[in-house]
């Protein structure tokens, strides 16, 4: 069973910064392809950003693309979601999921593996 980790979430403020941990299995972090996402309350779960197993390639969603930087440091089995100028639409339950396929993907049932979340408020 491989455990993920999520920590950083909370309540800011429109136009802040926060960022997003996960912290993922020791030996074999680095052999499993990343993502983030989301579920704001009464949406399905959404899609954010996902790294590869490098951390060359990456991929965002367009709702976060030019806001959200996902990034990983297989050396502290960690991957990161740096946010910046959160909006009131960006509050949601944030989760980090991985999986060992070898590309990258947008998609939820894709991902074997979740964290249980934590939760990001970005108050008015």
């Known amino acids: 069973q491989v455990q993920l980790v999520e920590s950083g979430g909370g309540l800011v403020q429109i136009g802040d910064s926060l960022r997003l941990s996960c912290e993922g299995p020791g030996r074999t972090f680095s052999s499993y392809a990343l993502g983030w996402f989301r579920r704001a309350p009464g949406k399905e779960r959404e899609f954010i950003a996902t790294?590869?197993?490098?951390?060359?390639?990456?991929r965002y969603a367009d709702s976060v693309k030019g806001r959200f930087t996902i990034s990983r440091d297989n050396g502290k089995n960690t991957v990161y979601l740096q946010m910046s100028s959160l909006k009131p639409e960006d509050t949601a339950v944030y989760y980090c999921?991985?999986?060992?396929?070898?590309?990258?993907?947008?998609?939820?049932?894709?991902?074997?593996?979740w964290g249980q979340g934590t939760q990001v408020t970005v108050s008015s």
């Open positions: 790294i590869s197993k490098s951390g060359l390639d990456t």
């Open positions: 999921a991985a999986d060992r396929q070898p590309f990258l993907s947008d998609v939820p049932s894709a991902y074997n593996y």
